[in-house]
Nanobody, 124 residues
Framework: QVQLVESGGGQVQAGGSLQLSCAAS????????MAWFRQAPGKEYEFVAS????????DYANSVKGRFTISRDNAKNTVNLQINSLNPEDTAVYYC?????????????????WGQGTQVTVSS
């Protein structure tokens, strides 16, 4: 099994940028499809982005398309999420997720392994 630890969150002003990282241990992430989800206060989990095992295909939620970029480095066992042009609606806890069976999914149920999350707070 794999363990996931997110980092890189923080408090930024609207228009700012952050890079979130997900460090994996226990197993190489090359066998896992990876994704980022987020949960804002009082709201359900929301799909943000996903990437296939090789990194050759990505998928984004409409709300973040053009502002967020997911990438992976299988040699370093990390997945990153570059988030630009932040707005207050992006405030949430961001979670990294992994699954060995799905190619690239948008549902929370598609992913078996989850990190503990990193808080992103955007002030106006």
């Amino acid at each position: 099994q794999v363990q996931l630890v997110e980092s890189g969150g923080g408090q930024v002003q609207a228009g700012g940028s952050l890079q979130l990282s997900c460090a994996a241990s226990g197993r190489t992430i090359s066998v896992y499809a990876m994704a980022w989800f987020r949960q804002a206060p009082g709201k359900e989990y929301e799909f943000v982005a996903s990437i296939t095992r090789s990194g050759g295909s990505t998928d984004y939620a409409n709300s973040v398309k053009g502002r967020f970029t997911i990438s992976r480095d299988n040699a370093k066992n990390t997945v990153n999420l570059q988030i630009n042009s932040l707005n207050p609606e992006d405030t949430a806890v961001y979670y990294c997720a992994a699954d060995v069976t799905v190619r690239r999914g948008r549902r929370r149920a598609d992913y078996y392994y989850w990190g503990q999350g990193t808080q992103v707070t955007v002030s106006s």
